[in-house]
């Protein structure tokens, strides 16, 4: 994964900015808890692609912003895609054409 202190800033960005706890974005979240949110705003956990699916969706954001903290071309989305393998290349890339 890219940075994952970087990713975290950016995911407790937008958790601060609602206003909420850890505690209740991961009730909210159903799928962790406080601690794996702490672990992943931390940069202590790399995040798996589910999860960030999760988090765009759930702050409508991009995962180019997640995970770069900026919108990226098509030709660097397809560049990193390369890098991560097939499976999760068709979903980055699909996502990105959404």
Same mark, same amino acid.
């Given at each position: 994964? %890219?940075?994952?202190?970087? +990713?975290?800033?950016?995911?407790?960005?937008?958790?601060?900015?609602?206003?909420?706890?850890?505690?209740?974005?991961?009730?909210?979240?159903?799928?962790?808890? %406080?601690?794996? +949110?702490?672990?992943?705003?931390?940069?202590?956990?790399?995040?798996?692609?589910?999860?960030? +699916?999760?988090?765009?969706? %759930?702050?409508?954001?991009?995962?180019?912003?997640?995970?770069?903290?900026?919108?990226?071309?098509?030709?660097?989305?397809?560049?990193?895609?390369?890098?991560?393998?097939?499976?999760?290349?068709? +979903?980055?890339? %699909?996502?990105?054409?959404?």
């Amino acid at each position: 994964m %890219r940075n994952s202190v970087e +990713i975290g800033k950016r995911i407790k960005y937008l958790r601060t900015a609602e206003g909420i706890s850890q505690r209740e974005l991961a009730d909210q979240l159903f799928y962790a808890n %406080r601690q794996m +949110i702490s672990w992943y705003e931390n940069g202590h956990r790399n995040i798996p692609l589910e999860v960030l +699916i999760m988090y765009a969706e %759930r702050y409508d954001v991009s995962l180019d912003w997640l995970v770069f903290g900026s919108s990226r071309t098509d030709n660097e989305v397809k560049r990193t895609c390369l890098k991560v393998g097939n499976v999760e290349m068709e +979903i980055l890339y %699909r996502l990105k054409l959404e």
